[in-house]
């Protein structure tokens, strides 16, 4: 996909003749400008009838409102179309809130399954992302299993997992190959049905996987003492990468009272989205918002075949894929023993990425140094534990086929670089 295809689908026109970078900029600009024009004189302090002066948002309607909690706002209408997406289940219609971010929906799931519903012991994928880790060492008890082949012990209560696992050490799991999801599922709901008084809970983060996530599809039938939580964030591929907003979506299929507790909770823990993000976020098109993903995984495939022509001795190029799911990250790692022996800065993974910058700079390419992905266009970033020397790093590939040309060129000749400069330090 083209990044002026997607701005006219969702009505925008931009200067075709510009370079795409300065299209991307143009877009986000109007979503900005939309936002000032339009809505910087609805901020007011939110108020209750009777009043003598009325502070009510002019945004606001039935469905759409605040209390005297600032924290409180509550767009049951942008909700309620999401909700839409999703099916019910035999057990459960599904319920649909809106958080802040992604990690502010995980928390405050997290938060209501610890100390809400108590239910006990939380088993983690070993695979999730490393920021739910964190949280999860707060859990008490949480234990960790591999998602490839999950096995649970008896005290098993929460499983929580990310689909399609984002592997941070591919080399240790048989990455060639996605997990299957439904051989996952199937060990979940065989721990449930072996205990049928005890209540369960599965949470799936499928923020890298298309919207929506059809649970049902992998779960052939769900048991009455398993409830359901999907998270993913408004971020990324659901914000056509232009990164405006910062939201997350939970819908979950469970009690009729968590709908209730959850949006108290919301309110009390500040996780509570807000009226800016509402209103600057695009609209959320599932159709389009698959294409990109598809057009990036794609995109990510092609450039994969590219590079894995070649050997690069301590670095090595993984790539995953399977019948239902393509990834749209290229993940690298560097031999660990090297990295343990270079432990002055630079690190070796930031020199790889700076090498692999100054080959994109001689070749025109269009490659971004930093986190996130779901962009038009390429970056390239340390991977979870970014903050140490690590081995492991991500090449987020983008949605636009123009700003992918030299990317794969780039990543060759800058990997080519880092080995050479190996042999002299």
């Not at 970078?21 to 007011?44: M, S, V, W």
């Not at 038009?376 to 636009?400: V, W």
Request: net charge positive.
């Amino acid at each position: 996909m083209k990044l002026q295809s997607l701005a006219k689908q969702l009505g925008i026109s931009t200067d075709i003749s510009a370079k795409t970078p300065l299209a991307y900029r143009q877009i986000r600009t109007y979503f900005i400008n939309r936002f000032h024009h339009l809505d910087r004189g609805k901020f007011q302090s939110p108020s209750i009838f009777p009043s003598t002066e009325l502070q009510r948002n002019e945004s606001q309607n039935e469905k759409e409102f605040s209390v005297y909690q600032r924290s409180d706002y509550t767009p049951e209408y942008l909700e309620g179309r999401f909700n839409k997406m999703f099916m019910k289940s035999s057990v459960a219609t599904p319920r649909t809130l809106f958080f802040n971010s992604g990690m502010a929906t995980i928390s405050t799931v997290m938060f209501l399954l610890k100390n809400v519903k108590k239910l006990g012991t939380l088993y983690i994928g070993e695979n999730a992302y490393f920021e739910t880790k964190w949280l999860s060492e707060d859990f008490k008890p949480a234990k960790y299993f591999n998602e490839y082949l999950p096995m649970f012990g008896k005290d098993a209560r929460i499983f929580w997992l990310e689909y399609p696992v984002n592997c941070t050490q591919p080399s240790n799991y048989p990455f060639d190959n996605q997990l299957d999801l439904k051989k996952t599922l199937y060990s979940i709901v065989k721990a449930c049905r072996e205990n049928p008084r005890q209540k369960y809970a599965l949470v799936v983060d499928y923020t890298l996987f298309y919207l929506p996530l059809d649970i049902f599809k992998y779960l052939d039938e769900v048991p009455g003492n398993l409830e359901v939580f999907l998270i993913t964030s408004l971020q990324k591929h659901r914000g056509y990468g232009f990164d405006l907003t910062n939201g997350g979506a939970l819908t979950f299929y469970s009690d009729a009272n968590d709908y209730e507790e959850l949006k108290k909770l919301r309110a009390i823990m500040g996780t509570s989205i807000t009226q800016e993000t509402v209103w600057t976020m695009p609209e959320i098109n599932p159709k389009l918002i698959n294409k990109i993903i598809q057009d990036s995984s794609l995109n990510a495939e092609k450039i994969f075949n590219q590079i894995s022509k070649k050997e690069y001795g301590p670095v090595k190029f993984f790539y995953s894929k399977n019948g239902d799911f393509r990834t749209s990250f290229i993940f690298v790692e560097i031999d660990k023993i090297l990295v343990k022996t270079h432990r002055s800065k630079p690190f070796l993974s930031e020199k790889l990425v700076q090498e692999i910058i100054t080959a994109a700079k001689k070749n025109s390419a269009v490659l971004v140094n930093g986190t996130s992905f779901g962009l038009p266009f390429s970056r390239i970033f340390k991977n979870s534990e970014r903050y140490e020397n690590t081995n492991s790093l991500r090449i987020a590939i983008g949605y636009d086929e123009n700003m992918c040309v030299g990317v794969a060129k780039s990543i060759i000749e800058g990997t080519e670089n880092f080995v050479n400069l190996l042999k002299t330090i």
